[in-house]
């Protein structure tokens, strides 16, 4: 299979859980306000958040971005427009409606076409490795992360972390079944070394006909997992699970701020 060269961030969220106050959130002027706004991608960490994230994208070997954005997220485009990278060409797609991230995917098909791409968290810091496995891999994946080492080498509290996805894998190493927020029976049930789902995948363009197969779930959005099933059962495609031993900096809340601007202190940033 063919190295994957194209990825898409997923930028288009409403940010809730950044805009909320907290007191216990130590953060500079302009931090506040870009949390204010919601933006994740866009907090200020010497540089945008998403700086970091398109640089690594960009040292596994990724040639072109796109970020899905709202028609309201001006400012990014005005902010990415306005740089000249050498290593990674920057495009956008327009959700018009935060209508749940299978509709903020399917914005991207015209970036995609007939290639396979990435997708990830707009606020999330994945590792260098996590993405060129992916990209080597060339087909239909994900990683699986195993929750030890997310406890250890992440900012995010392990209370979080059992509410992630939990993956399973069938004898193959293939996608078997993915649960959102697995209750304590779940998780009993899946084991204590259950991989964890960071949304980070690899699809092919059989995702974009499942993505529009999708119904609205019980939260009334169009739901990327949901997708994947559908790719899943119903267009034959299999997930190949990469599983990895590696943390991952999630940029969730004003609480999260601190933490990850620590951790990314002194990166290089090439994009």
């Not at 990415?80 to 990278?85: A, R, T, V």
């Not at 939990?166 to 204590?192: H, N, S, W, Y």
Request: with cysteine; proline share 4%.
């Amino acid at each position: 299979m063919s190295f994957t060269t194209r990825a898409v961030i997923l930028a288009r969220g409403l940010g809730t859980r950044m805009r909320q106050a907290d007191g216990a959130a130590s953060l500079d002027a302009e931090q506040a306000a870009v949390a204010d706004a919601g933006v994740k991608g866009m907090i200020p960490i010497e540089r945008p958040f998403l700086d970091y994230v398109i640089s690594a994208l960009a040292d596994a070997g990724i040639t072109d971005v796109c970020l899905v954005i709202g028609p309201e997220h001006q400012a990014v485009r005005d902010y990415y427009g306005s740089l000249q990278p050498e290593r990674v060409r920057v495009h956008f797609a327009v959700q018009a409606e935060p209508r749940g991230t299978a509709d903020a995917v399917a914005a991207a098909r015209d970036f995609a076409a007939d290639q396979n791409v990435l997708v990830l968290n707009s606020d999330n810091f994945y590792p260098v490795d996590a993405y060129r496995a992916l990209a080597a891999h060339g087909g239909a994946g994900l990683v699986g992360f195993e929750r030890e080492a997310l406890v250890a080498e992440s900012n995010i509290p392990e209370e979080r972390i059992r509410k992630f996805a939990l993956v399973a894998r069938d004898a193959d190493g293939f996608l078997d079944e993915i649960v959102e927020k697995p209750d304590e029976a779940t998780v009993a049930r899946m084991g204590a070394h259950a991989l964890v789902s960071m949304n980070l995948w690899s699809f092919t363009p059989a995702i974009f006909e499942a993505c529009t197969r999708v119904r609205p779930s019980s939260r009334g959005e169009l739901e990327l997992q949901d997708a994947v099933r559908i790719a899943m059962h119903e267009l034959g495609e299999r997930f190949r699970v990469l599983p990895m031993a590696a943390g991952v900096l999630d940029l969730s809340n004003r609480r999260d701020i601190p933490a990850v601007a620590a951790r990314l202190a002194g990166s290089a940033v090439r994009l």
